[in-house]
């Protein structure tokens, strides 16, 4: 996998030949099947500043587990991190395909390997298909709902502009990856950056004026209202899982039971956010089913539960 070109510069050139400095003792090392070049070196713009961030892949050793440590070369830290193939090829495949944990790899630089399993599994991080949308696409749109009900809560209630706007601020990043995602982008580091540029009307309103100009109840509230109908307006996109499970499912299904689901099959641990969201603009129908609060109790209290038809829509 090679890194996008870039013209070279005298702090890019000193840091790769640190780096090859490193790899020529790390390639005399046997038991080290490949070595990948993560961050800035790797696809972008390095500075006096930077790191190098490096992974080394062992082979399967017993007593050798994942760990980091801090090398050197040309006065240039080097944070590496050592881990077992096992353990590598499990992290990248538990990854959920197009979240930040993925691109790390996605936009990584393989060096060198000495199996061949690690270089398939190198071409296989950068396919992104349909499915593995859908979910990122799921992921962020629930990840956002929580920093929009704060934001909104410091306006109408509170009535602090400074903290309603930071609130709105931290819901930018999942905004971003639903911009970049849903065109089968892959949601690097930088995906405001990348978002800007395919929808700089939008994110001007929710990200850029938000810091750059002074802020007004309007301009407050013109942001939230902006989010509220972008998140409308992609209902289906986002949360389409949700609602088929819901479908398929044909009856009420507790909050436990479609979080288990959710977690279990997909690795989204909640979507409860993302369920009372839906139900509060009328897509699905909140009810509630009684649940026991410990195997040993005798009452019974109500859960929340959801109920979803589409042919009442």
Same mark, same amino acid.
């Given at each position: 996998?090679?890194?996008?070109? @870039? &013209?070279? +510069?005298?702090? %890019?050139?000193?840091?790769?030949?640190? #780096?090859?400095?490193?790899?020529?003792?790390?390639?005399?090392?046997?038991?080290?099947? &490949?070595?990948?070049?993560?961050?800035?070196?790797?696809?972008?713009?390095?500075?006096? =500043? $930077?790191?190098?961030?490096?992974?080394?892949?062992?082979?399967?050793?017993?007593?050798?587990? +994942?760990?980091?440590?801090?090398?050197?070369?040309?006065?240039?830290?080097?944070?590496?991190?050592?881990?077992?193939?096992?353990?590598?090829?499990?992290?990248?495949?538990? !990854?959920?395909?197009?979240?930040?944990?993925?691109?790390?790899?996605?936009?990584?630089?393989?060096?060198? +390997?000495?199996? /061949?399993?690690?270089?398939?599994?190198?071409?296989?991080?950068?396919?992104?298909?349909? @499915?593995?949308?859908?979910?990122?696409?799921? @992921?962020?749109?629930?990840?956002?709902?929580?920093?929009?009900?704060?934001?909104?809560?410091?306006?109408?209630?509170?009535?602090? #502009?400074?903290? $309603?706007? *930071?609130?709105?601020?931290?819901?930018?990043?999942?905004? &971003?990856?639903?911009?970049?995602?849903?065109?089968?982008?892959?949601?690097?580091?930088?995906?405001?950056?990348? &978002?800007? !540029?395919?929808? /700089?009307?939008?994110? $001007?309103?929710?990200?850029?004026?938000?810091?750059? @100009?002074?802020? %007004?109840?309007?301009?407050?509230?013109?942001?939230?209202? !902006?989010?509220?109908?972008?998140?409308?307006? =992609? %209902?289906?996109?986002?949360?389409?899982?949700?609602?088929?499970?819901?479908?398929?499912?044909?009856? *009420?299904?507790?909050?436990?039971?479609?979080?288990?689901?959710?977690?279990?099959?997909?690795?989204?641990? $909640?979507? *409860?956010?993302? *369920?009372?969201?839906?139900?509060?603009?009328?897509?699905?129908? =909140?009810?509630?089913?009684?649940?026991?609060? %410990?195997?040993?109790?005798?009452?019974?209290?109500?859960?929340?539960?959801?109920?979803?038809? /589409?042919?009442?829509?």
């Amino acid at each position: 996998m090679t890194a996008t070109a @870039r &013209a070279p +510069t005298p702090d %890019t050139e000193r840091y790769e030949a640190a #780096l090859e400095q490193l790899l020529e003792r790390v390639r005399e090392d046997d038991h080290i099947l &490949a070595a990948i070049l993560c961050g800035s070196l790797s696809h972008d713009v390095v500075w006096e =500043k $930077s790191d190098i961030d490096l992974v080394l892949v062992c082979d399967d050793d017993r007593k050798t587990k +994942t760990h980091s440590v801090a090398l050197v070369a040309d006065d240039i830290n080097i944070h590496t991190t050592v881990t077992p193939r096992d353990d590598f090829k499990k992290s990248v495949e538990k !990854a959920g395909r197009n979240t930040f944990g993925h691109s790390v790899f996605a936009k990584a630089r393989l060096l060198y +390997t000495r199996d /061949p399993s690690i270089e398939r599994l190198f071409e296989e991080i950068l396919k992104v298909g349909r @499915r593995d949308i859908q979910f990122q696409l799921l @992921r962020s749109g629930t990840f956002v709902l929580g920093p929009l009900y704060k934001a909104q809560k410091w306006l109408e209630v509170k009535g602090d #502009l400074d903290y $309603s706007a *930071l609130w709105i601020l931290y819901c930018a990043n999942n905004l &971003a990856e639903i911009e970049v995602g849903q065109r089968g982008e892959i949601i690097g580091r930088e995906v405001l950056a990348q &978002a800007m !540029a395919h929808n /700089p009307e939008f994110f $001007s309103i929710v990200y850029g004026d938000l810091l750059n @100009r002074k802020k %007004t109840r309007k301009s407050v509230k013109a942001a939230l209202d !902006a989010i509220d109908q972008y998140l409308r307006s =992609k %209902t289906e996109l986002l949360y389409q899982p949700i609602l088929d499970y819901l479908a398929d499912a044909g009856d *009420l299904r507790s909050v436990t039971e479609i979080e288990h689901f959710f977690d279990r099959h997909h690795n989204i641990p $909640s979507v *409860l956010l993302a *369920l009372e969201w839906l139900s509060d603009i009328g897509v699905v129908d =909140k009810a509630s089913t009684l649940v026991k609060l %410990t195997t040993r109790s005798q009452l019974e209290v109500d859960e929340l539960a959801f109920f979803y038809s /589409p042919d009442e829509e």
